[in-house]
């Protein structure tokens, strides 16, 4: 199955209804939102949004050596990784569609994390984790 163009097309589906539920309990389990008053002013600011990220050569010469020398490699996948990252600023966004809260639809959400798409979300994330490796 193709993935749906938009929420209209995914609607009809209910492989997608089930997946578009299931990442919107991880993101609320995850205390990445909250719902507040629509601020007076619009402002968009984008302070810090690069996060460093190895280069494709730079792996292989790592796994090269660590191959010759016979040591052991561990990776790791964080799920849900980028809705970890912690931000510094306040970011409100939309209610989704399809997921508008009753009684509160004129509200918006404030983000207390890191959300996909978002253009500080790798930034947070990697900020995060590198703390948590240095402490």
Known sequence: ??????????????VWVQAMEEE???????????????????SIDYTETFAPVARLDTIRALIAIAANKKWKI????????????????????????????????EKVLRLKKALYGLK????????????YFMD
Do not use: C
């Open 1 to 14: 199955m193709l993935e749906p163009e938009n929420f209209e097309t995914a609607v009809k589906h209910k």
């Open 24 to 42: 919107i309990k991880m993101i609320e389990k995850n205390n990445t939102w909250e719902l507040a008053d629509r601020p007076k002013q619009r």
């Open 74 to 105: 561990y990776q790791m996948d964080v799920k849900s990784a980028f809705l970890n990252g912690y931000i510094d600023e306040e970011i409100y966004v939309e209610q989704p569609q399809g997921f508008i809260a009753k009684g509160s639809e």
């Open 120 to 131: 500080q979300a790798p930034r947070a994330w990697y900020n995060r984790i590198d703390k």
